[in-house]
Nanobody
């Protein structure tokens, strides 16, 4: 059974940092595209960052230079280091494991709240 579990969310002041972790089990982790998405209240879910099995990354313009996605294929874990956090980064952050066309798994999400 596939499980995708996020951790590391919390409350932080603007300008602070958080590191999110996502552990995936039940899949061949190293071949999956892993991603972080977020959804703020009243808004659609949006892509934050992705990383391929080989380590190629992609970021939303709004987080470039502040967030860093990484993965450890030995630990089946993907990370999101978030620096210089802003109140507009407040959202539920979701981890996604994707291997098209049929394998698409999401975690339950972790809340990140940035106070001004």
């Amino acid at each position: 059974q596939v499980q995708v579990v996020e951790s590391g969310g919390g409350l932080v002041q603007a300008g602070g940092s958080l590191r999110l972790s996502c552990s995936a089990s039940g899949i061949s982790f190293s071949i999956f595209l892993m991603g972080w998405h977020r959804q703020a209240p009243g808004k659609q879910r949006e892509l934050v960052a992705t990383i391929t099995g080989g380590g190629s990354t992609n970021y939303a313009d709004s987080v470039k230079g502040r967030f860093t996605i990484s993965r450890d294929n030995r630990k089946n874990t993907v990370y999101l280091q978030m620096n210089s956090l802003k109140p507009e980064d407040t959202a539920v952050y979701y981890c996604r494991a994707l291997l098209p066309p049929y394998n698409d798994y999401w975690g339950q999400g972790t809340q990140v709240t940035v106070s001004s």
